[in-house]
């Protein structure tokens, strides 16, 4: 985008190319610690089970992104380029939220096929912690994991 945030550049970069045949959706593109990280799952178009998230970084929001050929979402011990969710969830966004402690951002999916009275507009979300390796360069996301309840010290 353009400094007014109303039109664009028309700069634009490759992030994945395919591999395979396999398609990606649900993007989402962030920035911490000054790595820019572009998360991803298979195409899984309003699927129950939920896809993977595959992960990539780079030091500018064009990249170049390098994948890390690790991914976040799976259910344990599958592959990672057709997997499911182990939340049975699609990512639909990251969103920072400063806590006393500093700032965590939040992983949210979407649980397709969910609702009890079947309607899209009523089905469940998952949100989580995203959990940091900062021990590694760039730092390294733990896999998600699905918890019950979490606490967000804002004041």
């Known amino acids: 985008l353009r400094d007014d945030f109303i039109s664009s550049t028309f700069k634009a ?22 790595t820019y ?26 990249g170049p ?20 969710s182990f939340a049975h969830a699609q990512q639909n966004c990251v969103f920072n939220v400063q806590t006393l402690a500093g700032p965590i951002q939040i992983w949210t999916g979407d649980r397709w096929q969910s609702a009890p009275d079947k309607l899209k507009s009523h089905d469940f979300q998952f949100w989580g912690p995203l ?20 606490t967000l010290n804002l004041t």
């Open 13 to 34: 970069s490759v992030v994945w190319n395919g591999r395979d045949g396999q398609s990606v959706e649900a993007p989402v593109l962030f920035s911490r610690k000054g």
């Open 37 to 62: 990280y572009a998360l991803f799952g298979h195409g899984c178009c309003f699927c129950a089970a939920g896809s993977g998230v595959s992960v990539f970084t780079a030091h500018h929001p064009l």
């Open 65 to 84: 992104y390098t994948m890390h050929g690790y991914d976040i979402g799976c259910a344990p011990g599958q592959d990672p380029l057709n997997c499911t």
């Open 131 to 150: 959990q940091w390796d900062d021990a590694l360069n760039p730092p390294h996301l733990w896999p998600l994991q699905w918890v019950d309840q979490f």
